[in-house]
């Protein structure tokens, strides 16, 4: 019932124009004397508006519809039921054949010009999602070949530095025997070896992001690796909580245990940072289809327009002592795994990573 009568509302809102104009030009035709040929001639040419208004709203149903309702109201005057139209028989028997064939060609090539529009809107829509794809290819290719320019430097220059830096280092132990501990020049040296310790553990990530292999890929328990994690954080310096939630049913996740636990800490750890100490950090596991789905949520300010535009950017980072290649090493490894892994940037209530993994496969499973 109420659906009828939304439908009767609605045909009253397109047509009630249409319905005026046969009403007002029907009473004026039924009281005009009939000796007056031209206002009767005028009243029947009046028609052809409503009847092409009509055809514009509703196509050829409502051309056609609106003439038949013309012709239902003129007869009764055509032929002397009420007034009398002074015109003959054959020119208003003609008119009547006119109205109907008014109605159904405006409505037709009313029809076939929406029916145009429709597919212009259509093409333009396609084009758009073509432009929009070809953009990101674009910027994919790009992305990977700089991606690949910076790890082939990183790997020459990390190569190229770390042999030296062992020797430097060599030498600190060597110089500091001869220096009690108490010695001034005994914490020079102490200094000298945690400086160049600190920068093999930079050349060491320059080589990972460099290095990046997919390794062996097998099925694995994610949230087994996310709580493994977990573990890792509450015995830290610093300890950081980190709470799980896990769908029901999520199946096993394809890629290599591993890499994937690397990226989950340095997700964690990330995520800890920016929540500060009285922060919160969250893993939610669940499943869509033929993925599993890994969020790792931050209670923290959230990411930044140029945080979320850079994100995985080699040597771009938020941190005052950061490199930059933590995310761009995980983003690199997920890739290979055939995942994704990027921002929630619809996300209001901190940060949020999503990684995306392959289910495990059936043959993979054996």
Request: glycine share 10%; charged share 20%; net charge negative.
């Amino acid at each position: 019932m109420t659906t009828e009568k939304s439908r009767g509302m609605e045909l009253l809102r397109l047509y009630w124009l249409v319905f005026a104009m046969i009403a007002v030009i029907s009473l004026l035709h039924y009281n005009t004397h009939w000796h007056i040929h031209a206002l009767h001639g005028i009243y029947r040419r009046l028609y052809y508006f409503p009847i092409i208004l009509a055809a514009f709203r509703g196509g050829p149903a409502g051309g056609v519809l609106a003439a038949m309702l013309v012709i239902a109201l003129y007869v009764p005057h055509a032929f002397g039921l009420i007034g009398f139209d002074p015109g003959t028989t054959v020119e208003k028997i003609l008119e009547m054949l006119l109205y109907l064939m008014v109605g159904l060609l405006t409505g037709t090539l009313v029809s076939r010009i929406n029916a145009a529009r429709d597919r212009q809107k259509r093409t333009a829509e396609d084009l758009r999602v073509t432009l929009d794809q070809k953009t990101a290819m674009e910027a994919e290719l790009v992305r990977s070949a700089r991606m690949a320019a910076v790890g082939r430097l990183s790997a020459g220059l990390a190569h190229e530095i770390r042999n030296p830096l062992a020797s430097i280092k060599g030498s600190a132990e060597v110089l500091a025997d001869d220096f009690p501990e108490d010695h001034p020049k005994s914490r020079m040296f102490s200094i000298l070896q945690e400086e160049t310790g600190r920068l093999n553990q930079v050349l060491s990530r320059f080589l990972a992001f460099a290095r990046s292999e997919p390794g062996e890929v097998a099925p694995f328990d994610l949230e087994q690796e996310c709580r493994a994690v977990a573990q890792l954080m509450e015995h830290r310096p610093e300890p950081h909580i980190v709470s799980i939630t896990t769908a029901t049913g999520v199946p096993l996740a394809r890629g290599n245990r591993e890499q994937v636990r690397q990226v989950l800490l340095n997700l964690t750890l990330n995520a800890a940072e920016a929540g500060g100490a009285d922060g919160n950090t969250r893993i939610k596991i669940d499943a869509d289809g033929d993925e599993v789905h890994c969020s790792v949520i931050d209670s923290g300010p959230g990411f930044t327009d140029e945080a979320r535009a850079n994100f995985g950017t080699p040597f771009f980072s938020t941190k005052s002592d950061g490199t930059g290649l933590g995310l761009a090493t995980s983003l690199r490894i997920i890739e290979d795994l055939g995942g994704t892994l990027e921002v929630d940037s619809g996300f209001m209530e901190g940060g949020r990573v999503l990684m995306v993994l392959p289910v495990a496969l059936k043959e993979d499973r054996k």
